[in-house]
């Protein structure tokens, strides 16, 4: 009988007994955004037009420290891709995406994993909309199959709102035969935009084939509500490997722009309590720029694991909880959560 792929050592584990705790890269849109790409363009059609852009930005992520870096690829289903009018080019970009990182990661000179960048279809499933769970299982694979094919080691399921997208997701992974990871984005309340809680976020893909490689959490507000939404995580369940990929510090508007307020040495803080609140795999996510994961590479490497925080000392650390303010006086609004989740900045 042939071996399942899924079954061999993944690459994952593989690197944390090397390491202990990984560090994933930083941003994808906020900096593309500051390497040339206008609003409204489609960041996988750079892969394509620029990929010079795409080789530089995984390049400097892996100069910053990174142990894992994300293909440009996650609004690569062809349900976003039709927006820009590609969605018939799926396998293309995909691939493309990730024989670029591949590349970069392939000249490090030490091992880098490359995870192909999965986020949400942008449409609802049945009852809430028109899409079948079969019809996002094969939209999803489509975009893997891609993926995988131009180097991706590990499909890696982000900035999900609904539990059957995140199934749906990793279900195709399976089919493809790449295993895999999800994140959720509890932006709302503390829970994701579709109600799923932190704690709840291990037992998404039970009864699947495969278990994922790691869970947990990445973009949502602040860096204080994602490391609480950690504590629940890791409370739940603590010997899984759980994943934060936090913003950097808090978005604001200014003019037509969102910036983010995260220095590097908050950064450096956030990834302290990462580790001590028991995370696996840290990263950042919208904000984090080169600079920011260079602070955070050195943070973590000197670091010692210490006592698990609490929320109140998270707070008093990095700053007041984002949705606890949220919902108090709709301090961020609707406006720009969606840009948030329309580029994984």
């Not at 049945?126 to 499909?155: C, H, N, R, S, W």
């Not at 749906?168 to 035969?177: D, L, T």
């Not at 978005?251 to 990462?274: C, K, N, Q, W």
Request: hydrophobic content about 40%; charged content about 25%; aromatic content about 4%.
């Amino acid at each position: 009988m042939k071996a399942n792929p899924m079954t061999t050592t993944n690459p994952i584990d593989a690197l944390l007994a090397e390491k202990g705790v990984l560090l994933a890269d930083g941003a994808t849109g906020t900096n593309l955004f500051a390497m040339g790409l206008e609003a409204g363009e489609a960041p996988e059609l750079l892969n394509e037009t620029a990929p010079d852009t795409i080789t530089s930005l995984h390049q400097n992520f892996v100069d910053a420290g990174a142990d894992i870096i994300l293909t440009n690829s996650f609004g690569g289903t062809r349900h976003r891709l039709k927006l820009h009018h590609a969605q018939d080019r799926v396998h293309a970009l995909n691939k493309r995406a990730a024989e670029l990182a591949r590349a970069v990661a392939d000249r490090a000179g030490r091992k880098v994993i490359v995870a192909g960048s999965v986020g949400p279809t942008g449409e609802l499933l049945v009852p809430l909309g028109a899409m079948t769970y079969d019809e996002a299982v094969d939209a999803f694979a489509e975009q893997i199959e891609g993926l995988k094919e131009g180097g991706a080691e590990v499909a890696w399921i982000e900035t999900m709102s609904a539990p059957d997208e995140i199934r749906a997701a990793a279900e195709a992974a399976i089919r493809v035969g790449l295993p895999y990871t999800y994140t959720g984005s509890f932006d709302t309340a503390g829970r994701t935009m579709m109600g799923l809680l932190p704690k709840d976020i291990h037992g998404v893909t039970d009864g699947l084939s495969q278990a994922p490689l790691g869970v947990g959490a990445n973009c949502g507000v602040g860096a204080s509500d994602i490391l609480a939404s950690l504590l629940d995580m890791t409370e739940a369940k603590p010997e899984a490997t759980v994943i934060v990929k936090g913003n950097c510090g808090i978005p604001e508007f200014r003019g037509t722009e969102i910036h983010y307020s995260g220095t590097p040495e908050l950064m450096a803080d956030y990834v302290r309590l990462a580790v001590d609140g028991g995370a696996k795999i840290i990263g950042g996510c919208c904000g984090t720029s080169f600079q920011h994961l260079a602070a955070m590479r050195k943070a973590l490497d000197a670091h010692t694991k210490a006592d698990r925080p609490t929320v109140a000392a998270i707070v008093e650390r990095i700053g007041p909880m984002r949705n606890k303010v949220a919902t108090e006086n709709t301090a961020e609004t609707s406006e720009a959560r969606r840009e948030r989740r329309r580029s994984r900045a």
